[in-house]
């Protein structure tokens, strides 16, 4: 009966519970089998928290930091840091990540590959932060630190920062911009790589040496394109609507030759030429015309010209009084050749320490400290070299720290702050001058170097631009160590 049964209950778990003791005389949790159900539920459970665990590793950004893109003489460019450069270059032509032009075809080779506007914008990219770690790399290798350039590494930080509000409002900022992965932290190294390059190639450009025989043999087989051309020009245009025929274009293309043919005859000097394109300009645009000189050109360069004209121009033949006819894609032009010239006019050399000190926002102690610096120091100048060393030690200008605060080829048509221009360009000024002036950036110290022909200055910038072009660019195309390839698994990361 029910104490029987009871009692059965009694034993059985009795036996239950010595089952459940192990060697130790201690109680154990009995181990009971799992049905396969069991298992697959669970199995179910664990790939959920796999795929969440790995959602929130990629979206907090840990592949993109961790991961390196490319790899440049062992500097590892990484997926995050590739994104923000590259989500730079899509802006520069109006484009982000998402924009459908990105897919579209940019070009086919002769063995029908496409290359598509994003395969291009990913290659610009990688070029790009290619030869910033290589200059990078080579600035270590010599022993070049950021040194004053940190500065500049500071700004661009704090400019994100300011734009985004704070810190934190930042890295959220260019998460959202830039993907997963991109913080303030990655920005800023990246930017300590692109300053040290930039360093690097400041420093290296300022130790080329340019010979006066190598500036005479330069001009000589480049004097097109050093050589100004003054001309007068007057042009008849035939553009029509796109939705013209052939034969209305046709007979606008005549009109306009016939205008052309026109005034050509009547050209017998230089004043006929004047008095007949003003005579052919709209009448309510006549007075301007007439006050500016409209159809004078004056001492421009062939870079300034189309290749029609820069042809005639610059033919070798060319003499005061030549008049020609000049077809383009969209007008006849009518032109009368004054002059060409070797661009010997005087043009100044200076250099400068900037003590900073924004004349708008600085206080009235901040500008009298910065004023009472910048005396100091002009009183302690000696000679050039004394001015050179204080440009390393005090100029807050760092792009000009690498060639001693030099700027060359200043004259009244640069794009100067005006204040530094006319201490620089004034007529009185003499080799060896000093002198503090203050601009809207702070107050400059300055030293006068001296003149130098427009031709000198415009050949010396090119030899020494080109010489350090020619330099790293030998580099990057023969020297393994800074081969680049992207890494395969890292590019599924790409922004």
């Known amino acids: 009966g029910k104490s029987w049964t009871a009692e059965a209950r009694r034993q059985e778990r009795k036996n239950r519970l010595a089952s459940r003791k192990g060697g130790d005389g201690r109680l154990h949790a009995k181990r009971k089998g799992r049905s396969l159900k069991t298992w697959l539920a669970m199995a179910a459970v664990v790939v959920v928290l796999i795929g969440v665990l790995v959602y929130a590793v990629v979206t907090g950004g840990i592949p993109q930091r961790a991961l390196a893109l490319m790899t440049i003489d062992g500097q590892k460019v990484s997926v995050a ?76 930080v704090e400019s994100i920062i300011q734009a985004a509000g704070s810190a934190g409002y930042a890295d959220m900022m260019l998460k959202e911009t830039y993907g997963p992965g991109c913080t303030l932290g990655v920005v800023r190294n990246l930017y300590e790589t692109l300053y040290l390059s930039t360093k690097y190639a400041a420093v290296k450009s300022a130790e080329t040496i340019v010979t006066a025989e190598t500036l005479s043999q330069y001009y000589e087989e480049n004097k097109d394109d050093i050589d100004t ?44 030429f004047k008095k007949l394109a003003l005579e052919a300009t709209d009448e309510q645009k006549r007075k301007e015309y007439e ?19 820069g042809e005639w121009v610059y033919d070798a033949a060319r003499k005061a009084g030549d008049t ?66 204080m440009v390393k030690t005090d100029s807050d200008d760092v792009a000009s720290v690498a060639s001693g605060g030099l700027f060359t080829g200043l004259d009244e048509n640069s794009s100067y702050v005006k204040e530094f221009l006319a201490w620089a ?71």
Do not use: C
Request: aromatic share 10%; proline share 3%; charged share 25%.
């Open 81 to 156: 840091a590739f994104n923000y450069w590259h989500g730079n270059v899509l802006s520069q032509y109006g484009l982000n990540p998402n924009s459908p032009e990105l897919d579209t075809t940019l070009s086919t080779d002769e063995d029908g590959t496409e290359t598509s506007v994003r395969q291009y914008l990913l290659s610009i990219t990688a070029t790009q932060l290619q030869r910033i770690f290589t200059e990078a790399s080579l600035a270590r290798e010599a022993g070049i630190e950021l040194g004053e350039y940190a500065t500049a590494v500071d700004r661009q």
């Open 229 to 272: 051309v003054t001309y007068r020009a007057f042009s008849f245009p035939y553009v029509v609507s796109a939705t013209a025929t052939d034969a209305e274009k046709e007979q606008a293309k005549t009109a306009a030759k016939k205008k052309a043919d026109d005034f050509l005859t009547g050209v017998k000097s230089e004043l006929d």
């Open 291 to 309: 006050e500016k000189d409209g159809s004078l050109i004056s001492d421009i360069t062939s870079t300034g010209l189309t290749m029609e004209v």
């Open 324 to 389: 020609s006819i000049i077809e383009t894609s969209s007008d006849y032009t009518v032109v009368y050749f004054l002059k060409r010239e070797k661009p010997n006019e005087p043009q100044a050399s200076v250099r400068h320490v900037l003590i900073e000190a924004d004349r708008e926002t600085s206080t009235a102690d901040e500008l009298a400290a910065a004023k009472a610096k910048a005396d100091a120091l002009l009183a302690a100048i000696t000679d050039e070299a004394s001015f050179i060393e």
């Open 425 to 495: 360009t004034d007529d009185e000024r003499k080799v060896g001058d000093t002198g503090v002036v203050q601009t809207e950036y702070g107050y400059h110290v300055m030293y006068f170097v001296g003149h130098m022909p427009a031709w000198e200055n415009t050949v010396r910038d090119k030899l020494v631009i080109d010489g350090y072009e020619e330099y790293i660019t030998d580099l990057l195309e023969n020297d393994p160590r800074f081969d680049y390839s992207f890494h395969s698994f890292a590019q599924r990361f790409i922004h």
